[in-house]
């Protein structure tokens, strides 16, 4: 089921006055049988996997609370790991691995045959599946309690409102707010509905009716003028931007009118100065969960690791052999041979190698969460390169700006600028279906002889896409300094007369027979 | 404020807003020099009724009135579906002395375009019959338009008749040139098959209520409503060809079926445009006037399927050789 359908809103009105209506084990029960309707909407037989790492991960932490015998523990946690991480390496990577080892076989000359299966991916699995994960890895290092309540952990992980696409909500966020019944609060009301009803202007209005132009461009590169594909591609920024925060805000603000709150997912992204800063701003919960879970364990900013090492060598050979481009093999030993070098020259530089190198493969892994493609990787690859490229040049960048005593406005416009560009450039990957599709969007931009506007087609459907990205920049802009959500429970005319402008910019300008949000895909 | 009562001050200015706005849009978009708002309106009546799609505004009117001196109605938009245009050139008949001529470029009979016709809700209160074809083609845009009418502007449509609020569209044609990059590539075109039997879909939707039950039932059974066919016809893109000439014939008005030009060298790749020729000959008992070839010259398109203004001109002045626009 998503949001933006009207089964939603039937569902949504008979399950909110019900769950407002009952208390305790009773109110547990209606969310939980409403999570697996929510998502059994979709395909009830992938409810199985639910359940199975529910009920797996339950029965691990009761274990894990019952011994304090380090190895058993260790034993424990693994399994989970395995039994979740095999799920999702079964569904969402099998085919991608089987692929790409045959490739490589292919490239060192033999001649591999096997079939690849049909598999189909369950939506939101890399979701539950890092949520449940972060429970067992939390009652494992003893950081939060076992929950023993079947009901309630069950809950935990199905909740519908996050369950397909997030935000990512940690054990020990979200289980300390199912100990109490949850109020019915009008202050909650209205944060809550406000925050949906913007949501879902960013869902139906800007990304929906960017979607048909974007995926024309990305559909036929080749037949379009570098002006259209360049406005596909930014078009497409702020698709993908509104279309997975719009579904976060829609999450979180249903949420908090049940009573809960939830991590902020997104805050203004594209107006980051920095990729560091984008990255605490963009998909936070993925972020944080990333940092705490891998590139911390991986050694963070101190030191290396066998794994980082390891995984950076298998992405070295997997390139090459994708590819079969040779010309990689002397540039990736020309990094290597310069990585060892610098990492030999002090403590500092050591723990600066180190540092660039996990958050190289934190970023390498961050892609591969997307999805079970080369393009993820890429995309992957130019964050890491990006964060590591800040790291290296970023403070001479910073004193050239200081020296030609740039004002605060206009370095803050160059440096959002420049982050803007770049991030819509590794958009480019993660949107085409293959690196031959990114490759000819590139090369038909870089086509100057057509950047005119007078060789875009679609002229009006580029006018509403200019006209709702300007608001959403104009809102998200002075969000900045103004407090919507705070103004709006303090002001009640204020709150009318901005609920009522949503809705009527929803009627007038959005899209209504677009199927689902991109994000369910991963 | 009350608790509760903003809930209700929210829903109760929404509602009046979205009537306001409505009908502001209603009358401003009535005023419009736009060909629909015209259409329904009462100031189309002509001479010349012609009929396309995108490729229909190569009918390029000033030059056809300039050289035939009667007036001319132009009912083409880019994708029109000819179930849309029949509905169209229907309304035209009911609503306008029947004009002397109608000229129909036949390839329009290439595709259904329901998403077109939901931006076409704008104009479904002043017309029973488009308003019905809404319904059984576009459930979302039909019930959607009844709940808020200012959805019913809520579309490219509409952007196009503010863009034409004060200035004519009769001159409305893509003029460019055709890129040397798609003439060089023209030698490299593969085979093209005009679809002109593509299957209708109709669902089995009626009003808001059956939606919404409808949306119910697929909720707690496993056999979705929504979407179901009821009826799969692939001749009914030749009927509305038929029923729409039938229309116009009734009315005393004569029928000149054509096919527009094409770019040479796409044209060649057209494998089944003398079926098309044949089967709509066979269905209407008119001939079909074949200019796919009429027109030589690369300045003379726009690109593959579309002419330019000069390309039209050439075009117009075969057809008024041939005593088609006469």
Known sequence: ?522 | MKNSLWIFAVLAITFLGDRAIGYVMQQQAADSQFRYARLYDNRAEADILLVGNSRGLIFYQPYIEEVTQSETFNVSYNGMPIDLANVLVQDYFDLYPAPKKMVVDVTMCDRLNDQLMSDFKMYAPYSEKLSKLLKDKSDTAYNGSQFSHLFRYNSELYQRNLFFQNKTDEDWLLDRVISDGMVEGSADLKDYTIDFQPTQKTKQVKTSFEYVTNQLVDMVTDSPTKGTDVETNPEYVINQLVEMVKYAQAKGTEVELVINPYFPAFANKIVNIQDLKRTVEAKTGLPVNDYSLAVKETAGFGDYQHLNKAGARTFIDKMLADNVLK
């Open chain 1, 1 to 522: 089921m998503i949001f933006n359908s009207i089964p939603f809103f039937i569902f949504i009105g008979i399950f909110l006055p019900l769950y407002f209506a009952l208390r305790g084990k009773a109110r547990l029960w209606l969310c939980l049988i409403a999570s697996y309707f929510f998502y059994g909407w979709w395909d009830y037989r992938f409810l199985s996997l639910i359940v199975i790492s529910t009920a797996l991960d339950y029965l691990v932490g009761l274990q894990l609370g019952k011994t304090e015998e380090a190895t058993a523990r260790k034993r424990l946690m693994l399994l989970s790991m395995a039994v979740n991480l095999g799920f999702l390496a079964f569904f969402k990577y099998f085919n991608f691995f089987a692929d790409s080892f045959a490739d490589v076989l292919v490239s060192v000359g033999f001649e591999p045959s096997w079939h690849t299966l049909n598999i189909i991916l369950p939506v939101g699995i890399s979701f539950y599946t890092f949520q449940s994960m972060s429970y067992t890895i939390d009652v494992w290092k003893k950081e939060i309690p076992v929950e023993k309540n079947f009901l309630r952990f069950a809950t935990f992980i199905s909740f519908f409102p996050q369950l397909v696409a997030g935000p990512i909500v940690r054990a020990s966020e979200f289980l300390p707010q199912f100990q109490s019944d949850r109020k019915f609060d009008w202050n909650r009301i209205i944060s809550g509905s406000g925050q949906m009803l913007w949501g879902f202007f960013k869902k139906v209005a800007v990304a929906d009716s960017l979607a048909p132009f974007v995926d024309q461009c990305f559909a036929a590169p080749d037949t379009f003028s570098s002006m259209h594909l360049f406005i596909g591609v930014l078009f497409y920024s702020f698709q993908i931007y509104c279309d997975f925060s719009g579904y976060s805000d829609i999450a979180i603000g249903l949420a908090r009118m049940m009573g809960f709150d939830f991590p902020e997912n997104f805050r203004t992204p594209y107006f980051s100065q920095d990729f560091s800063e984008f990255w605490k701003r963009w998909h936070i919960t993925l972020s944080s969960w990333l940092g705490d879970y891998l590139y911390i364990p991986l050694g963070g900013n101190r030191n290396g690791s066998f794994g980082s090492i390891f995984f950076i060598g298998l992405f070295s050979v997997f390139a090459i052999g994708v590819t079969g481009w040779m010309w990689l093999i002397p540039a990736f030993l020309l990094i290597y041979a310069g990585g060892y070098y610098y990492l030999r020259q002090g403590k500092k530089q050591k723990a600066k190698t180190f540092t660039m190198m996990n958050l190289m493969v934190t970023m390498l892994l961050g892609g591969l969460w997307h999805g079970s493609s080369y393009v993820f990787i890429l995309w992957g690859f130019l964050h890491g390169a990006y964060l590591i490229f800040q790291r290296i040049l970023g403070p001479g960048f910073g004193k050239l700006l200081d020296s030609l005593h740039t004002p605060s406005w206009l370095r803050m416009g160059i440096n959002v600028a420049i982050v803007f560009s770049l991030t819509s450039l590794a958009w480019v990957f993660f949107r085409s279906p293959d690196f031959e599709t990114a490759m000819s969007v590139l090369s038909g931009i870089a086509n100057l002889e057509t950047f005119t506007f007078g060789s875009v087609i679609h002229k009006f459907v580029v006018l509403k896409g200019v006209f709702v990205v300007g608001i959403l920049l104009m809102v998200e802009a002075s969000d900045l300094k103004f407090n919507y959500q705070e103004v709006s429970l303090r002001k009640p005319i204020f709150r009318v007369v901005t609920y009522t402008l949503l809705l009527l910019l929803i009627a007038f300008m959005g899209t209504f027979d677009s199927d689902a949000f991109i994000y369910f895909q991963f």
